[in-house]
Nanobody, 124 residues
Framework: QVQLVESGGALVQAGGSLRLSCAAS????????MGWFRQTPGKGREFVAG????????NYEDSVKGRFTISRDNANNMVYLQMNALEADDAATYFC?????????????????WGQGTQVAVSS
């Protein structure tokens, strides 16, 4: 059973930065592509960023390109989301997700494991 635990969510001022972390309790973490999704009340989960098994390829939702960076540390079973220049529209609950494939996808239905989420609030 894979467990994912996110941390790092907080209240931040617009224009500020946060780094979200996701700790994975799993053997062979590098067998998994990882993603970050976010959700606001009344809406479905939205793809934010994805990273393949070795960190060589990444992808971002258009609104976060140039501001967010996804990375991973396979030696320590960690995935990160560095968020800079935060905007009011970035406020959401952020979820870490994993799939036992080498490549990420943007479709949440194709991820096998999810964390419990961490909340990001942005004040203007």
């Amino acid at each position: 059973q894979v467990q994912l635990v996110e941390s790092g969510g907080a209240l931040v001022q617009a224009g500020g930065s946060l780094r979200l972390s996701c700790a994975a309790s799993v053997r062979n973490f590098d067998d998994y592509a990882m993603g970050w999704f976010r959700q606001t009340p009344g809406k479905g989960r939205e793809f934010v960023a994805g990273i393949n098994w070795d960190g060589d390829k990444t992808n971002y939702e258009d609104s976060v390109k140039g501001r967010f960076t996804i990375s991973r540390d396979n030696a320590n079973n960690m995935v990160y989301l560095q968020m800079n220049a935060l905007e009011a529209d970035d406020a959401a609950t952020y979820f870490c997700a994993g799939r036992r494939q080498w490549t990420y996808v943007t479709n949440e239905a194709l991820y096998d494991f999810w964390g419990q989420g961490t909340q990001v609030a942005v004040s203007s």
